[in-house]
């Protein structure tokens, strides 16, 4: 899991949980990609301009790479919690708030199995949240009661491979919201 945390002008936080199945050159490089889009594009921050980091091995490697895209690079003493404090703390709020959605599901291997779908949920809500109190504009508000609360039952419609080919069968089926 990459936890990616920017810092606005305005003082909000943008906070991406991404899956990084491993920690490659390429992996951390896709979640990379895919924070900054989402804090880009979906969130409409700013661009990103620089990184921090505890002298990960795998964005070291992508040095040149940021280079390329303008994003200068930061490092602090490797492995040292009070080297970052600031993406720390958000780390540790990301997990609070992701233990409280997993408290809905009472089975111990449920909420093993679900943290990294928690995580996610979590640091968006959390985003939104920080973007909603410093919006100027009634139109960046994301509106947090159309967000479903974590492992909500919906009613989802089935492509056409999902469906039996009786006219009987339902052609939408219950899902958990994650």
Not at 169 to 174: E, I, M, S, T, Y
Request: net charge positive; aromatic share 6%; with cysteine.
């Amino acid at each position: 899991m990459l936890i990616a945390t920017m810092k606005e002008p305005d003082g909000s936080h943008i906070v991406s949980a991404i899956t990084c199945p491993r920690k490659t050159t390429e992996d951390v490089k896709a979640a990379i990609l895919r924070a900054i889009f989402l804090s880009e594009v979906f969130f409409k921050a700013t661009p990103v301009s620089r990184v921090h980091t505890d002298r990960e091995s795998a964005i070291q490697s992508l040095v040149d790479w940021f280079a390329s895209r303008t994003v200068t690079i930061t490092t602090n003493v490797g492995h040292d919690p009070k080297g970052n404090g600031s993406a720390e703390v958000m780390v540790g709020v990301i997990c609070k708030l992701s233990r409280r959605a997993l408290d809905i599901t009472p089975q111990r291997t449920a909420k093993r199995s679900l943290w990294q779908a928690a995580m996610i949920y979590s640091s968006f809500a959390y985003t939104a949240e920080s973007r909603n109190r410093t919006a100027s504009n009634k139109e960046d508000v994301i509106k947090l009661q159309d967000l479903l609360p974590f492992g909500s039952l919906v009613l989802v419609t089935c492509t056409k491979d999902l469906q039996e080919t009786s006219k009987i069968v339902p052609r939408a089926k219950f899902a958990i919201a994650l």
